[in-house]
Every structure is written in C-alpha cells, then in structure tokens.
C-alpha cells in the first residue's frame, strides 16, 4: 500500500467500529430463515475491501456494491483464508480451511471429489446450479464444477494464451451469460455463482478504475435484486477471493504475505427479510458463508466444518469471537521461500515465519510496528493456538507425480532420484528478506506487457542471477525466450525449471510444447507421456503430448488420447480439447471430422480464434475465399495475435512450394492492416 493509502484502511477500520456501535439491532432479534430463496453468490477477483465506497473510500466509483451494502450487512473484519484465487474459492465454497481439504496453491492441486460444496449442497436440497468464472484459475478441470449443472469456463482455450497471463474474459460477458440461464430456469430456486477478474493485475486502466468496471459489470444483476426490496426472493453474498497490496509493505500485488490489504475483504450479506442492514465489526472469515447461507434458506449443513453461521451475529445474539487462520504458501511452492502461516484472534495477529511477526491490529492496523520482541508470552501463545488449529492439516505438497512419471523424468535427467527431502528454512528464506526478487519478477510482466521484450529478458535473467532456485523465474524466462524466437534457450530454460521440480506440470507442458514446436517431437513425447499415462492429467499436457504424437503420424494415438481427456473432463465441450482433436484430425487428412471439431467448439464459444483461424484455411482449401476471409476476421476480432498464426501459415505454404496458397492470406493480411 503506497503511504497515500494507508489512511483509508484506518479510516475504515475507525468508521467499521463506529458503524458496528450504532448500526446493529439494539437488542437480540430472533433468527430469521427462508426456505426456497435463490442465493447469488459474487466473488470479484483481487478486491481491497477499502477499494470500495461501502468501507470508506470516499474516490470509489462503486454505486452498485455500495447500495446493496447500505441496504445489507456489511462486515468490517472479514479475512481470506489464502491470498490466491483457486484455495480461497475452495474456502468460500466448502466451509473448510485450506489444511482441510487440501488446495493449497492455484497450480498443482485440486479440490476432491470426496467434500461437499455449496453447490452439491443445495443440488441436492432440489436448486438449479449455476457458476460463471472469469479466469483460468477457477476452470472447471481444477475440481470446483462438481454440483454445477452449468459451470460456464468457455473462455479457456478460445485464443492463444500470451506469456506471463492466465486466461480471463470480461466480466459484462460472464455477467450476460449468468443473466441469461438465470432466466431459462423456472419452477425451483437457483444457486448463481458469478466470479468477475477485473481488478486482478495486469490493470486496463488502473486498480481503482478496474475496481469501477467490476460494480458497472454487476448493475444487470444486482438491479431487479435491489428493485425488489422487500418482497425480493433473493439471498445476495459479495466478498472477495483476497485484496491486493498495492505496495504495501513492498508486495506489488498479492500472493506472498498476507498482511491486511491482501488479506482483509469485503462480506456483504443482503436479503431485506432475512437480514436487518448494519455493520458488523466482528472477525469471520470465507469459511463462515456457506454455513451462513445453509442457515439462512434452511438447508441442513454438513458435519465437520470449520465455519459457523453468522445469521446469529446478524440478528445481534451474543456471539464468540473465533481465531481465524490464514496461510500464503505459492512462494513457497514455486520461488522455494518459506511458507507462511498465521492466525487472527481479537485485535491480534500473528505470522508464523522464520522471523516472527506480531501485530496489535486496534493500534497498528497498517501493521509496521512488529511486537514479538516486546510481547514473548502473547507470541509464544499465538504460536500454540496456530499449532493446535493446524495439528490434523494435510501435508502442503501439490500433487505428487506418480512413480513411474518419476522413474521416467529421472531416466530423461530431469531429476537425480525422488522427490527431494524438504530442507530446513532459515531467516534467508523469509520472504521478508526476499521481497526485491518479487518486484523484479512484476517488473519483467509490466516491460514485457509494455512492448520491451528486451528489457523484460534483460531483468529475468538479473533476476536468476540472484537467485538461480526461483523456478517461477525460470517459466518466466522460457517464455519470453519464445516470445523472442529463441526455442533452444527456452528449451534450456524449462529443463532447468523440471529438474528443479520434477512435479511442476506447467513446466511440463510448456517444455513439451516447445519441444514439438523446435521439431523434436520423439523428445516431447517421452517427456509427457507418464503424466498423460497418470490417468488424470491436465488437458494442458494431453494437448502438446497428442501434437507430438500426430506429427509423428501417430494420428491415431493422437486422439485417442484427446478421446481419454474430454471423457475426464466434467465439461467434455472444452474448446482446447475440440481444436486440438481438430488439429489432429486435420495433420491426419480427415477433414470432415476436423471440420465438426472446430465447429463444435464454436458453437461452444462463438470467439474460439484458433478454430476460426483453421476453418478459414479448409474453406481456402475449398475456394470459398469470401468465407475464409469472414473466419479470419472472426479470429483476428478475437485475438489480435491470430494475424501471427497466420503469417506463419502463409510462410509455410511459400516454403513447400505452394504460393497460390499463400497468396490469399498475404491478401487477406494487407487488407486487414488497412
């Protein structure tokens, strides 16, 4: 948080305890419950609690958010449980800590099959179900769509993903296609989960401004909601999957610490006859909705959760104020820093790492003033109740590759034996001591994105010579050698990357990719070939590993494998998985079945680039030079980067000697730089 800011936190904060003295019931109101509302659930990606004009800041742009909460409950001390997005929408949705069920990071974990969510839930209880996601972190392959009968992630595999940027889509887009199969369902209540990424980094206009888009984006649903007022049917719950540092204490945007601008978050809970409007100043956390929710339609709730219903607190019962815990671990995971964890309980708070911190949150809410030298016994006392909070957790370890994807990796020299033994973390793995590499890695993104590919490479490579184990580092590397035309040091860099860690499934896939792009498909298919054999392997790896196979005219080995992942997926409609067995089926010369594939996948999503971009080169093939330009239009309005794809399939036509097919697209190419 720049020091410009920091006043609005204490504002908040200040005007959060006022509130809660003069706002909440006067006296203990009896619990009120509903049987058959609908429940709308709003998660928006990266949002500061304080961003919002409903917690204080008076220069947010953010009506919508604000009038549903003037009309609700606001709470002023609500917390994720993590600081990345795929554990903490595990936390929102099961109403268990992270430890719990498991998802630890956004890579290399998903949630279980074996643990109920709000939406097996209240399936069962007899709603429609129904999420709408905005990033790829959230896509349904990471376990989160069991319960949906709509779990609408159509945007991932529609274009070519740029290097160093997760997939995402607009969010008046997910906010249509959530409207429009809101109205199909008839004659049962409906769960809605509507996930909107606007404000996460890299900014189109800038954190505030993409904060203000986040609220425009939503006035279609929260409009006849708030119109409804009173006789309204249904429950609304905003929050956030965690904030954003914004500089505060050094932190660029989110994922390393989990000091209070990443951790803090906006709760609103708004229903007129269920809930009185007021706020709230009480610790809760993101595992507190569902059973919040449960309670509030009166659905039975699941034996063993670490939440509890707030509807008591809300209707102004006597309530125990409850530790909360938290935890950052993805610099562990994929910069070899310590893990941190930690634990709210009152006004204090504590983070466990191998330099300490302790925090009287009433007195420093900016948290600059660490007191576990002055207060040893309240240190020590933090530290036994985060012990005993986390004494049954899950070891946090991402999935662990099988052994014969082990053996496999170790025979082609990626690793030495197994997995290494974990090593002891000191003071030098803080990430305290280590938070200038994490402002190096976003200055790398922020050069790249600007246009200077070089300058980006130039601050990568500082980066590792600083610190050569940052595996994040060297993915980033690789892809911007790409980028530069340079395979062979890509290629380089993604070995060092997979011997590092062995289990990294994005090191994986990007290394065989390259590897089938440079024309060393035999190396690409001993490389991938034990994870796809792994029985549950991600789509991402499946996809290089069938391209490779294809180009070695193992057509048929090719799609069978695509065969085996679409019949995994949940969504077997996946647009990467339809190009894909298009592509493969062209490179085998079944036209009419790559033709239906990638036609499928836009009939899944109208903006599938990819797709638009190989039917305009059949219909070419067939002299229907009107609708291939019409295709490639579609493709270039999708993505820009499409006019690549297509330079370099007009170059490959001139090398093997067939200009009339390349003259058309050159063509096509002058025209639509006009």
């Not at 030495?416 to 993104?445: F, H, N, S, W, Y």
Request: glycine letters at 8%.
């Amino acid at each position: 948080m720049t020091p410009a800011a920091r006043p609005l936190v204490v504002i908040a904060i200040v005007c959060g305890c006022a509130a809660a003295a003069c706002d909440r019931p006067a006296a203990p109101a009896e619990v009120r419950r509903e049987r058959g509302l609908n429940v709308l659930l709003v998660t928006i990606d990266t949002l500061r609690a304080d961003a919002l004009g409903a917690y204080g800041n008076r220069s947010a742009r953010t009506p919508w958010i604000d009038r549903l909460t003037a009309a609700g409950v606001r709470f002023d001390a609500a917390r994720a449980h993590n600081v990345v997005t795929l554990p903490s929408h595990a936390n929102i949705l099961s109403g268990r800590y992270p430890f719990d069920h498991g998802v630890r990071d956004n890579s290399g974990f998903r949630f279980p099959p074996g643990i109920d969510t709000l939406a097996t839930i209240v399936q069962h209880a007899g709603y429609r179900t129904g999420a709408f996601v905005s990033a790829f972190p959230l896509d349904s392959r990471f376990g989160l769509a069991r319960g949906f009968d709509v779990y609408d992630d159509a945007f991932v595999g529609a274009r070519a993903q740029r290097p160093l940027l997760e997939g995402e889509r607009a969010g008046v887009e997910t906010v249509a296609r959530a409207q429009r199969w809101q109205q199909a369902q008839a004659n049962s209540p409906v769960f809605t989960w509507v996930h909107l990424y606007e404000p996460h980094f890299p900014y189109e206009q800038g954190y505030a401004a993409d904060v203000a888009a986040a609220d425009a984006a939503l006035a279609p649903l929260l409009e006849p909601v708030l119109a409804a007022g009173d006789n309204g049917r249904t429950l609304v719950v905003l929050t956030a999957d965690h904030g954003e540092a914004l500089g505060d204490h050094q932190e660029a945007t989110h994922g390393i610490f989990a000091y209070e601008a990443t951790l803090r978050v906006p709760l609103i809970f708004y229903q007129p006859r269920v809930v009185n409007a007021g706020t709230i100043a009480a610790n809760v956390g993101h595992v507190d909705i569902l059973p919040t929710v449960l309670d509030a339609i009166d659905v039975p709730r699941p034996a063993g959760l670490a939440g509890r219903s707030l509807l008591p607190m809300m209707a102004g019962q006597p309530v125990d104020d409850l530790p909360t815990y938290f935890e950052a671990l993805s610099a562990s995971f994929n910069r070899g820093w310590a893990p941190l964890a930690g634990v709210v309980r009152g006004r204090t708070k504590f983070i466990d790492l191998p330099l300490p911190e302790l925090y009287a949150l009433d007195s420093d809410p900016a948290e600059t003033r660490n007191i576990v030298e002055s207060q040893p016994a309240s240190m020590r006392e933090m530290r036994r109740l985060l012990e005993g909070m986390t004494a049954s957790a899950r070891p946090a370890t991402p999935d662990p590759e099988t052994a014969d994807t082990r053996d496999r990796l170790r025979s082609l020299g990626y690793a030495a034996g197994g997995r290494a033994e974990k090593r002891a973390v000191t003071a030098g793995d803080d990430p305290k001591r280590l938070i200038a590499l994490d402002e190096m890695l976003q200055e790398v993104t922020t050069r790249y994105l600007s246009g200077d590919l070089t300058g980006a490479l130039d601050r990568c490579r500082d980066l590792l010579r600083q610190r050569p184990t940052m595996t994040v580092g060297l993915l980033y590397l690789a892809q911007l050698e790409r980028e530069a035309g340079r395979l062979d040091a890509a290629v380089a860099a993604l070995r060092q990357a997979l011997a590092q860690q062995p289990g990294s499934t994005e090191a994986a896939q990007l290394l065989g990719a390259y590897l089938g792009e440079a024309g060393r498909s035999d190396e690409a298919i001993a490389l991938l070939e034990p994870y796809v054999r792994a029985g549950d392997a991600d789509p991402r790896l499946v996809a290089p590993y069938a391209l490779a196979l294809a180009r070695r005219g193992r057509a048929a080995d090719a799609l069978a494998a695509l065969s085996a992942a679409r019949a995994r997926e949940s969504d077997p409609s996946s647009p990467l998985l339809l190009v894909e067995t298009g592509t493969v089926e062209l490179m085998g010369g079944n036209r009419a079945a790559a033709r239906a594939s990638f036609e499928a996948a836009i009939a899944r999503n109208p903006d599938v680039a990819r797709a638009h971009t190989s039917l305009g080169i059949l219909a070419l093939e067939d002299g229907r030079i009107d609708e291939a330009y019409g295709h490639w239009q579609r493709a270039v309005r999708a993505d820009p980067r499409e006019l690549e794809a297509l330079r370099g399939i007009a170059a490959a036509q001139q090398r093997a000697g067939r200009p009339a097919a390349a003259r058309p697209i050159a063509e096509f190419l002058h025209r639509y730089r006009r």
